[in-house]
């Protein structure tokens, strides 16, 4: 054996030499190259300055790298901005099996550098799985509050996401948007969608805010650009891909007023709302139903191809004055009024009926610089509105006497003749 077993080693011994074994060492011989460059502390004091300049120039901030460790199978590493936001991260990986976990740290107080918001916050978390399946889990302190969040990507898309909100500081947030706002408001809520990867969303929204002190503040101005659904679904070629959805969603506000600054007037009492949003690209239906104003309201919109195509409206049993307040305007009257309302893209029809109305004449005297004396009444009012104008008519009966509105054109004059009756 010792004799046969020499020349294999001779044999061995001599294959660099040889074309064959020359093809075998040229990757044996860079595996371990790569080895001695990527997972040795060599190699590492090597490659973090590398790194510090990739990453600066793809964040386009400046980026230090404070400790940086990686071996074949863990790493940690910890950067910094000038800013002096950090980031930490620590965890291990397979490279055959393309696996990872790890724990992350993300500490951002000053605005700018690796910042993704113009606010503060601090969030830290696990993720861990493959390129099938990515789960990222963590809670960020943000805003004054509490952020719980988990999502899954599939194939580096976001498949699911839940987010719950915690005490979050409504102001902080519309300070964020330079919007102004003079209110203590907090908001509590969750958000659950799942199979966005595979465009056929399923999921909830549920918001609940805590007022107990708003004042109205001056709408700030925009720039004039509407809102365009196609444009935020839209993809890089301008193009919507098909789609489908079916959501339940659920809001309960003490002041709407939060609102005001997003619909452009001002608001006020409280709220609550519950429905669905349903169908794909080519037809989606909104089915809205509210108790406020101690009304039963539903509230129907249906988009083609994402843009309003019709609307409807019927509120029942509302309460006149806080209708009023839901505008934030003083309530010169009171009663229970029904209100209901179809519109197009064309024509739009509305009817109001208010029953046991009476007016209230300190209001309209402060409010509206009118005099008079308390009036019971009832009315009927319906108009029609086209693109050349809104066509009024109605009846309105009063223990002062009767009017009869008939194809008022102009809003003006039907004020003009309602109050000439309550005068």
């Given at each position: 054996?010792?004799?046969?077993?020499?020349?294999?080693?001779?044999?061995?011994?001599?294959?660099?030499?040889?074309?064959?074994?020359?093809?075998?060492?040229?990757?044996?011989?860079?595996?371990?190259?790569?080895?001695?460059?990527?997972?040795?502390?060599?190699?590492?004091?090597?490659?973090?300055?590398?790194?510090?300049?990739?990453?600066?120039?793809?964040?386009?901030?400046?980026?230090?790298?404070?400790?940086?460790?990686?071996?074949?199978?863990?790493?940690?590493?910890?950067?910094?901005?000038?800013?002096?936001?950090?980031?930490?991260?620590?965890?291990?990986?397979?490279?055959?099996?393309?696996?990872?976990?790890?724990?992350?740290?993300?500490?951002?107080?000053?605005?700018?550098?690796?910042?993704?918001?113009?606010?503060?916050?601090?969030?830290?978390?696990?993720?861990?799985?493959?390129?099938?399946?990515?789960?990222?889990?963590?809670?960020?302190?943000?805003?004054?509050?509490?952020?719980?969040?988990?999502?899954?990507?599939?194939?580096?898309?976001?498949?699911?996401?839940?987010?719950?909100?915690?005490?979050?500081?409504?102001?902080?947030?519309?300070?964020?948007?330079?919007?102004?706002?003079?209110?203590?408001?907090?908001?509590?809520?969750?958000?659950?969608?799942?199979?966005?990867?595979?465009?056929?969303?399923?999921?909830?929204?549920?918001?609940?805010?805590?007022?107990?002190?708003?004042?109205?503040?001056?709408?700030?101005?925009?720039?004039?650009?509407?809102?365009?659904?196609?444009?935020?679904?839209?993809?890089?070629?301008?193009?919507?891909?098909?789609?489908?959805?079916?959501?339940?969603?659920?809001?309960?506000?003490?002041?709407?007023?939060?609102?005001?600054?997003?619909?452009?007037?001002?608001?006020?009492?409280?709220?609550?709302?519950?429905?669905?949003?349903?169908?794909?690209?080519?037809?989606?239906?909104?089915?809205?139903?509210?108790?406020?104003?101690?009304?039963?309201?539903?509230?129907?919109?249906?988009?083609?191809?994402?843009?309003?195509?019709?609307?409807?409206?019927?509120?029942?049993?509302?309460?006149?004055?806080?209708?009023?307040?839901?505008?934030?305007?003083?309530?010169?009257?009171?009663?229970?009024?029904?209100?209901?309302?179809?519109?197009?893209?064309s024509k739009g029809d509305i009817f109001l009926a208010i029953q046991k109305g009476?007016?209230?004449?300190?209001?309209?005297?402060?409010?509206?610089?009118?005099?008079?004396?308390?009036?019971?009444?009832?009315?009927?009012?319906?108009?029609?509105?086209?693109?050349?104008?809104?066509?009024?008519?109605?009846?309105?009966?009063?223990?002062?006497?009767?009017?009869?509105?008939?194809?008022?054109?102009?809003?003006?004059?039907?004020?003009?003749?309602?109050?000439?009756?309550?005068?």
């Amino acid at each position: 054996m010792d004799i046969g077993g020499k020349p294999m080693m001779k044999r061995l011994g001599s294959l660099h030499r040889t074309l064959l074994g020359k093809i075998l060492l040229i990757p044996l011989a860079f595996l371990i190259t790569l080895y001695i460059l990527l997972f040795t502390p060599l190699g590492n004091r090597f490659i973090a300055p590398l790194s510090e300049k990739v990453l600066s120039s793809v964040m386009s901030t400046p980026i230090s790298l404070h400790e940086f460790v990686l071996t074949h199978n863990r790493f940690h590493f910890i950067l910094q901005d000038d800013k002096a936001n950090t980031l930490s991260m620590q965890g291990g990986f397979s490279l055959l099996t393309l696996r990872l976990y790890a724990h992350y740290r993300f500490e951002c107080f000053h605005e700018g550098g690796i910042n993704p918001l113009s606010a503060p916050f601090k969030t830290d978390g696990a993720m861990s799985g493959g390129i099938s399946a990515f789960d990222i889990h963590g809670n960020a302190d943000i805003f004054d509050g509490n952020l719980l969040y988990q999502t899954q990507l599939h194939r580096f898309k976001p498949g699911n996401i839940y987010v719950k909100l915690n005490n979050i500081r409504y102001r902080s947030m519309l300070q964020m948007l330079d919007y102004p706002s003079n209110t203590d408001t907090r908001l509590f809520g969750e958000i659950d969608l799942r199979g966005l990867d595979i465009r056929d969303v399923r999921g909830s929204l549920r918001l609940n805010t805590t007022t107990r002190k708003f004042v109205s503040t001056p709408i700030a101005e925009d720039d004039n650009s509407s809102f365009d659904l196609k444009d935020l679904l839209a993809d890089e070629n301008g193009k919507i891909r098909p789609f489908t959805i079916r959501m339940s969603l659920e809001a309960s506000m003490d002041n709407i007023g939060i609102l005001e600054q997003f619909v452009g007037i001002h608001l006020g009492n409280s709220a609550d709302i519950n429905g669905t949003l349903e169908g794909d690209e080519t037809r989606l239906h909104l089915h809205l139903h509210s108790s406020a104003a101690k009304s039963d309201t539903v509230f129907k919109l249906t988009l083609s191809d994402l843009e309003p195509d019709h609307l409807s409206l019927d509120v029942r049993h509302a309460d006149v004055s806080e209708l009023f307040s839901l505008f934030a305007l003083p309530a010169p009257l009171k009663g229970v009024a029904d209100v209901s309302g179809d519109f197009n893209a064309s024509k739009g029809d509305i009817f109001l009926a208010i029953q046991k109305g009476s007016t209230l004449p300190d209001v309209l005297k402060k409010e509206y610089q009118i005099t008079q004396p308390p009036i019971r009444f009832s009315a009927d009012i319906s108009a029609v509105l086209t693109p050349e104008g809104v066509h009024y008519k109605g009846s309105l009966t009063s223990d002062l006497q009767r009017l009869k509105i008939d194809s008022t054109t102009t809003h003006d004059q039907m004020l003009r003749d309602l109050l000439k009756s309550l005068h």
